[in-house]
């Protein structure tokens, strides 16, 4: 049986059709992923107008700065193999930036972490640049050379600071540290490994040039359509990237898959939890390497795109495991339409009939753990069960609190999962001298078991 969200390809095309024509753009590629497949694709209008081509699954776009949730994989992936951490200084990898400007506080502050996830305060671009112009230096070397220009704008951990020079820097990081240059490293490590094989870094290789869409600047006064401006530049881990909606559904599916093939899953959740508010209307969070943005009551992980002739967009719900592609060759809001696509997709989803499994086996050793606690200083009873093939806790009085237990090395020892108070600390059920369960000390507080009265 296929997806759900298979099964609203008209409304998918309605939705993009009316788009494409509301904002007057040339064309666009667009998609739906749900879990593992890429379950709907199609496009409206041209990837080159002069030529009548029209766009496919597998046309490319400049996917700019979406690029930068693959540097912060390679960071992450290095952090998981003990190469890195995520908050060491900067400077530690890269000893150019010990000249650079830092009165808002020591240099030490400038971390891997905070470069991440845009709150470092650094500087938005590379000295020199000036997009009017079309002027940007692409090289990190270059750059380096030039630190004693780079400063840092903001105070640290004060606000979003969005900074394209900061992610360039980790992409020089990632060669330093793996001994791997960037290019060739996010091309073994995470595009060989989820075949996505039309998505490069420029420049493009010649089995690639053909598939290109040709960027077009806004119209203005007028329907005809300007060739956006030919950039020299060749981008790196800022926003190098060409791609196509059959790739980035590989890439989306690889976010939220339960056995992921270049990260594990726990290092993947890590980077789509929300770190910090980027406004005051608390509806975008920034994680690592994505933000986030609430709608509806839904939170979408996602990140955006943007340069000369290329706008798009690629979110997806995690809990749902729903996402979807928006990619344009003009300027418009590829937002606005991949939320549109993922809201039908997510919807569809949600509508179809729950898949029912074989609950999993309870471990035979943690049977004498489960049943009824007391806290009597609070006048609480809580209740330990095996849930959802995870060993929890449950309190009759709070719904929502209901941490799950991790086992340890040392029997009956457990640790708590995250999202609570407990978080982190230990779990440690104690028995009595005949080898009952007779309490629960968690994290803080013992609470005696209550024994079943025989029937």
């Given at each position: 049986?296929?997806?759900?969200?298979?099964?609203?390809?008209?409304?998918y095309?309605?939705?993009?059709?009316?788009?494409v024509?509301?904002n007057?753009?040339?064309?666009?590629?667009?998609?739906?992923v749900?879990?593992?497949?890429?379950a709907?694709?199609?496009s409206?209008?041209?990837?080159?107008v002069?030529?009548?081509?029209p766009?496919d699954?597998?046309?490319?776009y400049?996917?700019?700065?979406?690029?930068?949730?693959?540097?912060?994989?390679?960071?992450?992936?290095?952090?998981?193999?003990?190469?890195?951490?995520?908050d060491?200084?900067a400077?530690e990898?890269?000893?150019?930036?010990?000249?650079?400007?830092?009165e808002?506080?020591?240099?030490?502050?400038?971390?891997i972490?905070?470069?991440?996830?845009?709150?470092?305060?650094?500087?938005?671009?590379?000295?020199?640049?000036?997009?009017?112009?079309?002027?940007?230096e692409?090289d990190?070397?270059?750059?380096?050379?030039r630190?004693?220009?780079?400063?840092?704008?903001?105070?640290?951990?004060?606000?979003w600071?969005?900074?394209?020079?900061?992610?360039?820097?980790?992409g020089?990081?990632?060669?330093?540290?793996?001994?791997?240059?960037y290019?060739?490293y996010?091309?073994?490590?995470?595009?060989?490994?989820?075949?996505?094989?039309?998505?490069?870094?420029?420049?493009?290789p010649a089995?690639?040039?053909?598939?290109?869409?040709?960027?077009?600047?806004?119209?203005?006064?007028s329907?005809?359509?300007d060739?956006?401006p030919?950039?020299?530049?060749?981008?790196?881990?800022?926003?190098?990237l060409?791609?196509?909606?059959?790739?980035?559904?590989r890439?989306?599916?690889c976010?939220?898959?339960?056995e992921?093939?270049?990260?594990?899953?726990a290092?993947?959740?890590?980077m789509?939890?929300?770190?910090y508010?980027?406004?005051?209307?608390?509806t975008?969070a920034?994680?690592?390497?994505?933000?986030?943005?609430r709608?509806?009551?839904?939170?979408?992980?996602?990140?955006?795109?943007?340069y000369?002739?290329?706008?798009?967009?690629?979110?997806?719900?995690?809990k749902?495991?729903?996402?979807?592609?928006a990619l344009?060759?003009g300027?418009g809001?590829?937002?606005?339409?991949?939320?549109?696509l993922?809201?039908?997709a997510?919807d569809?989803?949600?509508e179809?009939?729950p898949?029912?499994?074989?609950p999993?086996?309870?471990?035979e050793?943690?049977q004498?753990?489960?049943?009824?606690?007391?806290?009597?200083?609070l006048?609480?009873?809580?209740?330990?069960?095996?849930?959802?093939?995870?060993?929890?806790?449950?309190?009759?009085?709070?719904?929502?609190w209901k941490?799950?237990?991790?086992?340890?090395?040392?029997?009956?020892v457990?640790?708590?999962?995250?999202?609570?108070?407990?978080s982190?600390?230990?779990?440690?059920?104690e028995?009595g001298?005949?080898g009952r369960v007779?309490?629960?000390?968690?994290?803080?507080?013992r609470?005696q078991?209550?024994?079943p009265?025989a029937?």
């Open positions: 049986m296929g997806s759900p969200a298979a099964e609203r390809a008209s409304r095309e309605a939705a993009t059709a009316s788009f024509k509301e007057r753009l040339p064309g666009a590629a667009v998609g739906v749900h879990g593992d497949e890429l709907w694709s199609g409206v209008g041209f990837a080159d002069a030529e009548r081509r766009s699954a597998r046309t490319l400049r996917v700019a700065s979406i690029t930068k949730t693959f540097t912060a994989t390679a960071v992450m992936q290095l952090r998981d193999e003990g190469k890195l951490a995520l060491d200084a400077v990898y890269l000893p150019e930036l010990r000249t650079m400007r830092s808002l506080g020591p240099l030490e502050q400038l971390t972490r905070r470069m991440l996830s845009h709150e470092s305060g650094l500087q938005s671009e590379p000295p020199g640049t000036d997009w009017s112009n079309v002027v940007y692409d990190p070397h270059r750059t380096l050379a630190a004693a220009e780079i400063t840092t704008a903001v105070p640290a951990n004060s606000q600071k969005y900074s394209n020079l900061a992610y360039q820097l980790l020089e990081m990632v060669s330093r540290v793996s001994g791997i240059p290019p060739k996010i091309r073994s490590r995470i595009l060989v490994p989820l075949k996505m094989t039309g998505t490069s870094l420029d420049p493009l089995r690639l040039r053909s598939r290109r869409a040709t960027g077009y600047e806004p119209r203005f006064l329907d005809e359509l060739l956006a030919r950039d020299a530049s060749v981008f790196g881990a800022e926003g190098g060409w791609s196509c909606v059959e790739d980035l559904g890439w989306l599916s976010q939220v898959a339960d992921p093939k270049v990260l594990a899953r290092t993947l959740d890590e789509h939890r929300p770190r508010l980027a406004d005051d209307t608390w975008r920034w994680g690592i390497g994505w933000y986030a943005v709608q509806d009551d839904v939170v979408w992980v996602m990140h955006s795109g943007g000369y002739g290329f706008i798009t967009n690629a979110c997806f719900d995690p749902e495991k729903v996402g979807a592609i344009l060759n300027i809001n590829a937002t606005e339409l991949a939320l549109r993922g809201t039908i997510r569809a989803a949600r179809a009939a898949r029912i499994d074989v999993a086996a309870l471990p050793a943690w004498a753990l489960l049943g009824l606690y007391t806290a009597r200083h006048g609480a009873i809580f209740r330990v069960e095996w849930l959802d093939g995870k060993l929890s806790v449950l309190s009759a009085d709070d719904p929502q941490p799950t237990l991790v086992p340890t090395d040392e029997p009956d457990f640790r708590i999962e995250r999202g609570f108070r407990e982190g600390e230990l779990a440690r059920f028995r001298p005949d007779v309490s629960l000390f968690l994290a803080v507080g609470l078991r209550l024994e009265v029937g």
